[in-house]
């Protein structure tokens, strides 16, 4: 027997209304501040992410899904950015639409070791605002993130925030690092004593406990930041007081991958576990050129949806709300006429199905009531030569026999 391949999930039908509502949900959020869906390849050039994402990252180094094919090395892309990147500098996008906002909704994936809330094949749902470099689109996306969850209703997330610098912030920052964890590296982990050679920053984002208790002794603030960098950063904090949310300065933290300039942000929930982060994002303003294009700012987030749905409280429909009609025909003469009642339901908008299986009017009516249908259309041999059918209500038990030509009608007054 196959089995599904380690760290990928099987979305079963009685889970994908819940996937549903939350797309449906991020839609309608997104489409409120005026953001345009985007959808890129699932396979990408792997040097897109390796130049963009940076070489000693954790993604370059470990968790690239990977695919060589004669000369060509191909990647499934571990996250969205890079791809629209690539896409808004290909296509022209910003000749053609100037200043954009950008959302997308689609599997990621990643090789690492499963655990809750993280996967090898996951989705994300996420938003890019391209051209700006100024702090009120910093203060949208984040609000826009944070208004997401709402709709979501997710409670008791945190919204941390903090400002990495520009370029030379950060080679600042690398060098504060460099001198005050020098002849500490004993007490860090196999994989920071790498980072401290290769790429410092990454320490900060260690969720190693000795690690992290080194690195919170150390009280980094904002000396490494330039006076534009504090200016913006200033902007965005009194933007978010402006709008009531709640956020915390938290210095240490910084994103994963190499491309994060000035602010950075992350929303995290303790229901969630060590892997408590719900959404993660920031500024790249220097991608975009160092891909190729044009030099704009840029500004984003992502969700992870499986993460999502382990906190949110998403209201579904009940099966009995979307009621549906199920219409059992009893003898061979009796199947034309339900075929194309099944037609005529349909065409009306009404939700309609049958037994395909040949079963007794008592295995049908049963399983009209394990779907949970609504209605009931019975077809039998008195029915045909009155040419009428009998309609029942499964939870008021009503019941009438109607003539042919107006059992749409009547089941359509029926939903009202």
């Known amino acids: 027997m196959f089995r599904r391949v380690p760290g990928t999930k099987d979305i079963l039908s009685g889970e994908t209304d819940y996937w549903q509502k939350i797309e449906e949900t991020s839609r309608n959020i997104f489409s409120l501040y005026n953001y345009k869906e985007i959808r890129t390849p699932l396979i990408e050039d792997a040097t897109l992410f390796n130049r963009s994402l940076g070489e000693f990252s954790e993604v370059i180094q470990k968790q690239m899904f990977l695919i060589h ?51 090898r094949q996951f989705h994300h749902i996420g938003c890019e605002a391209i051209g700006s470099a100024g702090p009120d689109i910093d203060i949208e996306v984040i609000s826009l993130a944070s208004a997401m969850l709402q709709a979501y209703q997710v409670y008791g997330y945190k919204i941390k925030i903090n400002s990495l610098g520009c370029a030379k912030d950060k080679i600042e920052l690398a060098a504060i690092l460099k001198r005050r964890l020098s002849g500490k590296t004993n007490n860090l982990c196999d994989e920071c004593r790498k980072r401290f050679e290769n790429n410092i920053l990454r320490i900060l984002d260690c969720k190693n406990e000795s690690c992290r208790t080194l690195v919170n002794a150390l ?110 025909t009893l003898g061979e003469e009796a199947r034309p006429y339900g075929l194309k009642l099944l037609k005529e ?72």
């Open 69 to 119: 094919h004669g000369q060509d090395v191909y990647a499934l892309r571990p996250e969205g950015t890079a791809s629209i990147a690539r896409a808004y500098i290909e296509n022209n996008l910003d000749k053609k639409e100037g200043f954009l906002k950008l959302y997308y909704i689609g599997p990621m994936f990643r090789l690492e070791r499963p655990q809750k809330g993280r996967l």
């Open 219 to 328: 009280h980094i603030g904002d000396s490494h930041l330039c006076n534009d960098c504090k200016l913006h950063f200033n902007a965005v904090k009194n933007g978010l007081d402006i709008l009531g949310i709640n956020y915390e300065v938290v210095g240490h933290l910084v994103r994963g991958l190499d491309y994060y300039t000035r602010t950075v942000f992350e929303i995290s929930h303790n229901d969630l576990g060590s892997q408590d982060a719900l959404c993660a994002g920031g500024r790249y303003d220097k991608l975009v050129s160092e891909l190729g294009g044009p030099d704009v700012g840029a500004i984003g987030f992502a969700f992870g949806v499986e993460r999502l749905l382990l906190v949110a409280n998403i209201q579904v429909p009940k099966d009995t709300e979307k009621k549906l009609t199920y219409v059992i």
């Open 345 to 416: 339901l349909r065409k009306t908008g009404i939700p309609a199905d049958t037994d395909y299986e040949g079963r007794s009017l008592k295995g049908a009516m049963r399983v009209a009531g394990d779907l949970k249908a609504r209605y009931v259309v019975i077809i039998g041999e008195n029915e045909l030569k009155k040419k009428t059918v009998m309609l029942k209500d499964m939870v008021s038990g009503k019941q009438n026999e109607v003539s042919e030509e107006k059992v749409v009608g009547e089941l359509a007054s029926w939903r009202v």
